[in-house]
């Protein structure tokens, strides 16, 4: 079992900046790989950006690209999703997954392929 809990969510404004965090509890961290998606009202939770589970390979959506960046620190059992230039359709809930794997560079980036889930938080971004 792996349990996920983000925080960082909040008001901006159009062109700000935030930074999300997940803190998991599985003792191996190492084994898994991690992902951040969103869900706009009335919308389909969609995809954001991935990381493998060293860290060393990452997947992003083409409407985040340049500037999300995702992070994890094995150390700390955390991945983070610093999140520059927001603009109003960044405006979602968003939520830490996380799929157990042995494949080193394996990166998913699709819902169907993780097993755990954060809470959410919501990011809102005023234009």
């Known amino acids: 079992q792996v349990q996920l809990v983000e925080s960082g969510g909040g008001l901006v404004q159009a062109g700000g900046s935030l930074r999300l965090a997940c803190a998991a509890s599985r003792r191996t961290f190492t084994q898994t790989a991690m992902g951040w998606f969103r869900q706009a009202p009335g919308k389909e939770r969609e995809f954001v950006a991935a990381i493998n589970w060293n860290g060393r390979g990452t997947n992003y959506a083409n409407s985040v690209k340049g500037r999300f960046t995702i992070s994890r620190d094995n150390a700390k059992n955390t991945v983070a999703l610093q999140m520059n230039s927001l603009k109003p359709e960044d405006t979602a809930v968003y939520y830490c997954?996380?799929?157990?794997?042995?494949?080193?560079?394996?990166?998913?980036?699709?819902?169907?392929?993780?097993?755990?889930w954060g809470q959410g938080t919501q990011v809102t971004v005023s234009s």
């Open positions: 997954a996380a799929r157990q794997t042995s494949l080193t560079f394996a990166v998913f980036s699709a819902t169907s392929q993780y097993d755990y």
